[in-house]
């Protein structure tokens, strides 16, 4: 079983929509929880770290689940340029250096 | 501020030859850097610790002689593929934290460099 799992999209949704992605993770002992955001052929760079009590950057809201071990993106009337793959990330409790990433859900946002 | 920079962007090279990447923290010392690797449509997947000033510490399944890594300063961190095949080709990213930044802030990352063995 896989330490992160993401639905890999694409999810094609056209601007202004509401678009949320739901990401699991295996290892209850994890700590820390990200969501980055790669573009094409890019490196991942951090969108929000989440935090147990949720939390909101814009129109960006993250929310953990620890009892169900899931953590959440909402992303409020998209742009053009939220098109990109986003990634969720987990830390090991007991080896707070090593990162899983899950494989990415592909976000298609169209005029 | 940190920023963590990676060279070259891209690199095409005979099988049988072997490539070097450079990490470096341009604004920051690390004494830890991470190398991960990562397939078309494949999440990254952590090759090794870099440990500035010992050895690096490898995952499972990643060969510590054909993947050589060096962590001599501070601020640079090499990974070096040797007798590089076609099923090298991929995309390898380095990645650190700057010890001001808090924990959950998370971890920087190098540009990337894809490498494509022919």
């Known amino acids: 079983r896989k330490e992160v799992e993401q639905d890999p999209g694409p999810f094609n949704v056209p601007e202004g929509a509401t678009v949320a992605f739901n990401c699991t993770y295996s290892?209850?002992?994890?700590?820390?929880f990200f969501w980055y955001r790669q573009d094409c052929r890019k490196e991942p760079k951090l969108l929000m770290s989440?935090?147990?009590s949720g939390n909101e950057d814009g129109r960006f809201t993250a929310q953990l689940n620890r009892a169900s071990q899931y953590i959440s993106l909402l992303i409020r009337d998209s742009k053009l340029s939220d098109s990109a793959t986003y990634l969720c990330?987990?830390?090991?409790?007991?080896?707070?250096?090593?990162?899983?990433f899950g494989s990415g859900t592909k976000l298609n946002v169209k005029p | 501020g940190a920023v963590v920079s990676q060279h070259p962007s891209w690199v095409i090279c005979k099988s049988g030859t072997s490539v070097k990447i450079e990490c470096r923290s341009l604004?920051?010392?690390?004494?830890?850097m991470f190398w991960y690797r990562q397939f078309p449509k494949q999440s990254l997947m952590l090759m090794a610790t870099?440990?500035?000033?010992?050895?690096?510490?490898?995952e499972q399944g990643v060969e510590k002689d054909k993947f050589l890594i060096n962590h001599a300063s501070l601020t640079l961190s090499t990974l070096t593929v040797t007798s590089a095949h076609p099923e090298d080709s991929s995309f390898y990213i380095c990645?650190?934290?700057?010890?001001?930044?808090?924990?959950?802030?998370?971890?920087?990352f190098g540009s990337g460099t894809r490498l494509t063995v022919v």
């Open positions: 990645s650190a934290r700057a010890p001001s930044q808090a924990f959950n802030y998370g971890y920087t």
């Open positions: 290892n209850s002992a994890s700590q820390s």
């Open positions: 989440v935090y147990s």
């Open positions: 990330v987990v830390n090991d409790r007991y080896n707070f250096n090593k990162f899983y």
């Open positions: 604004d920051f010392q690390a004494t830890t």
């Open positions: 870099s440990n500035e000033g010992s050895k690096a510490t490898y």
